[in-house]
């Protein structure tokens, strides 16, 4: 691993644990074994760093969920894959869904930070719509809905767990979208 994907690799775990005004570049050059000077040569801003991690993120997680056209695997299969992939981040790895995270703090963020965030949570949506709207009588409306609401409870589930210190609350919040 290069020391670049070491710096964004970093930064994602201190914000998923203690939120974007919750590290330094000082912090992150210390953890990664290099100079400040180091992080700002890739990194002019922390909010280039965090925009890059953002969508590093997006892309990591959406890879992961794959094609929600795919008609080798249940729209069921692909929400619970939806969920198991927000479970092993709040219960397995003890941390926070990083847009979840800056979603929280997004009217303090760099709008490069913002924007990214969006766009992790407007893709979610959109992919969620698709799985959706292929499960009978749901319709285009009703998978809108649906989406909306899958990633609204999944994200609050994961603060309810964090902040409860309960794996359970993640469990009961979602168990509705994992049946419907």
């Not at 890739?42 to 280039?48: L, R």
């Not at 979603?103 to 490069?112: C, I």
Request: aromatic share 8%; with cysteine.
């Amino acid at each position: 691993m290069s020391k670049l994907e070491e710096i964004i690799e970093t930064a994602e775990a201190m914000i998923r644990e203690r939120g974007y005004n919750g590290f330094s570049f000082r912090e992150i050059a210390d953890a990664v074994g290099v100079k400040s000077a180091s992080v700002h040569y890739h990194f002019p801003t922390k909010g280039d760093l965090g925009a890059v991690v953002a969508r590093a993120y997006t892309e990591k997680f959406l890879s992961a969920l794959g094609d929600p056209e795919a008609m080798g695997i249940t729209p069921k299969k692909q929400i619970e894959r939806y969920i198991e992939a927000c479970r092993y981040a709040v219960i397995k790895q003890r941390k926070m869904c990083l847009c979840g995270m800056l979603g929280a703090e997004v009217a303090a963020l760099p709008d490069e930070v913002a924007r990214e965030t969006k766009i992790f949570f407007e893709k979610n949506i959109e992919w969620l719509v698709k799985v959706y709207a292929r499960m009978a009588n749901v319709g285009a409306a009703g998978a809108h809905r649906r989406a909306y609401g899958a990633v609204a409870t999944v994200e609050g589930a994961m603060i309810l767990a964090r902040s409860l210190k309960d794996p359970d609350a993640f469990e009961k919040a979602v168990k509705q979208i994992a049946t419907s």
